[in-house]
């Protein structure tokens, strides 16, 4: 079975540029979690969807960040205009299930993010 | 935000030892996670576990749900090479929502 999929898995790009990154869920989960990794603050929680809807986006940093599901097998995060303190590698990761099970996330492989 | 703590930060070991680690927090979890992650990739779920006290084992890999709820303990029994990685140990309140709250990681390196 396919796990997260998520694309560019690489993305250079300069201070100001609109960066989009895009994410697979697993078929079936209907949980989707935005994350950001960096060596200062670790894994945040930017966003989550369940059911395509944004349920939490208190992680989100500021308004030039913006993260839309428009169905149950793609999400999009945009950074616009984009910075050079936002180079991080940002994981999907997704769950589903009824009960405990539902807990379980299960991560993408991550898009590494270098704003120049 | 914030995170669990984990220790130790980082462990340097020989083939063949074993390894221990934990996580710690001020606040009650209701659920225990630990993830291991290869560099240029994504955490991988190890186990999952959901009972205060509950000691659950993956192959080499044991973890445990503390008493306390507030803790959580991951042995690896018999280190190979591919143990190598950063293992999270992840958490979550009962507060009706699915957020996970990560640990700081516990990087691991073993010598042959």
């Known amino acids: 079975d396919a796990g997260v999929i998520q694309s560019p898995r690489h993305e250079v790009t300069e201070m100001g540029q609109e960066v989009t990154l895009r994410c697979k869920p697993i078929?079936?989960?209907?949980?989707l979690f935005w994350y950001r990794q960096t060596m200062m603050r670790g894994l945040e929680l930017l966003i989550y969807?369940?059911?395509?809807?944004?349920?939490?986006d208190s992680g989100m940093p500021e308004d030039r960040f913006s993260a839309k599901m428009p169905n149950a097998s793609f999400s999009t995060l945009k950074i616009q205009p984009s910075e050079p303190r936002d180079s991080a590698v940002y994981f999907c990761?997704?769950?589903?299930?009824?009960?405990?099970?539902?807990?379980?996330?299960?991560f993408g492989p991550g898009t590494r993010l270098t704003v120049l | 935000g914030q995170q669990l703590n984990q220790s130790p930060q980082s462990m340097f070991i020989q083939e063949g030892e074993d390894v221990s680690m934990n996580c710690t927090s001020s606040s009650i979890f209701n659920t225990w996670l630990w993830y291991k992650q290869d560099p240029g990739e994504g955490p991988v779920l190890l186990i999952a576990?959901?009972?205060?006290?509950e000691l659950t084992s993956n192959g080499r890999l044991t973890a445990q749900f503390g008493i306390t709820r507030k803790d959580s303990f991951l042995n690896i029994s018999a280190s190979i090479p591919s143990d190598v990685g950063i293992y999270f140990c992840a958490g979550r309140k009962n507060t009706g929502f699915q957020k996970l709250v990560f640990g700081t990681g516990t990087r691991l390196l073993v010598s042959p």
């Open positions: 078929s079936g989960h209907d949980y």
């Open positions: 576990l959901y009972k205060a006290g």
């Open positions: 969807f369940n059911n395509n809807v944004p349920i939490d």
């Open positions: 990761a997704s769950s589903g299930g009824q009960g405990a099970i539902a807990n379980e996330q299960f």
